[in-house]
T-cell receptor
Framework: GQQLNQSPQSMFIQEGEDVSMNCTSS?????WLWYKQDPGEGPVLLIA?????ELTSNGRLTAQFGITRKDSFLNISASIPSDVGIYFC????????????FGQGTRLTINP | NAGVMQNPRHLVRRRGQEARLRCSPM?????VYWYRQLPEEGLKFMVY????????ESGMPKERFSAEFPKEGPSILRIQQVVRGDSAAYFC??????????????FGSGTQLSVL
């Protein structure tokens, strides 16, 4: 089946630093999504990407849909304590759009 | 997360018991999706339902698991004769219409199932 490889698995940074994480896939997706999950909660959508090559920002977050449709990255600039959590990428294909394929997650820890 | 209600938030069962997880979609949404998350992993698709119909159950284990979304009331994910490996967080999501790659899913806060 389809698999997403997300890296890094965890990050320990200082407040104010920039963060970068990425996902790669063995197959093509039509949409890439980035979610954040806080402990004991469900994932919350941060950014959705719909076109290959698309670069989208949401405040301090920037994400790009890779030109090959097999990868995506998420950058967080000037991190703040509330950025702590687990970030997931997810791919979505037209033929089975209900079946999001999630990466394993990147756990972000911030030292104040 | 606002709007998709799941209960209970935490459910403890002994091996062999039944677990029933409930999901009320956002108001006006008639499409429901169930996902499972094991510790330290991403979410994995289980089943997609529309009112009274199962559309895609390709992610459901063949035995002991069933899901329904009746005309009235919440969607129910039922796990019979639970085993320790069923311990996980179960998330429900809903959408206004049939999901496409432009239709966003809104997830609930999940039910954490612990099997003793």
């Amino acid at each position: 089946g389809q698999q997403l490889n997300q890296s890094p698995q965890s990050m320990f940074i200082q407040e104010g630093e920039d963060v970068s994480m990425n996902c790669t896939s063995s197959s093509i997706f039509n949409t890439w999504l980035w979610y954040k999950q806080d402990p004991g909660e469900g994932p919350v959508l941060l950014i959705a990407l719909y076109k290959a090559g698309e670069l989208t920002s949401n405040g301090r977050l920037t994400a790009q849909f890779g030109i090959t449709r097999k990868d995506s990255f998420l950058n967080i600039s000037a991190s703040i304590p509330s950025d702590v959590g687990i970030y997931f990428c997810a791919g979505q294909a037209w033929e089975r759009a209900q079946k999001l394929v999630f990466g394993q997650g990147t756990r972000l820890t911030i030292n104040p | 997360n606002a709007g998709v209600m799941q209960n209970p938030r935490h459910l403890v069962r002994r091996r062999g018991q039944e677990a029933r997880l409930r999901c009320s979609p956002m108001k006006g949404h008639s499409h429901v999706y169930w996902y499972r998350q094991l510790p330290e992993e991403g979410l994995k698709f289980m089943v997609y339902l529309q009112k009274e119909n199962i559309i895609d159950e390709s992610g459901m284990p063949k035995e002991r698991f069933s899901a329904e979304f009746p005309k009235e009331g919440p969607s129910i994910l039922r796990i019979q004769q639970v085993v320790r490996g069923d311990s996980a967080a179960y998330f429900c999501a809903s959408s206004l219409s049939q999901v496409t790659t432009n239709e966003k899913l809104f997830f609930g806060s999940g039910t954490q199932l612990s099997v003793l």
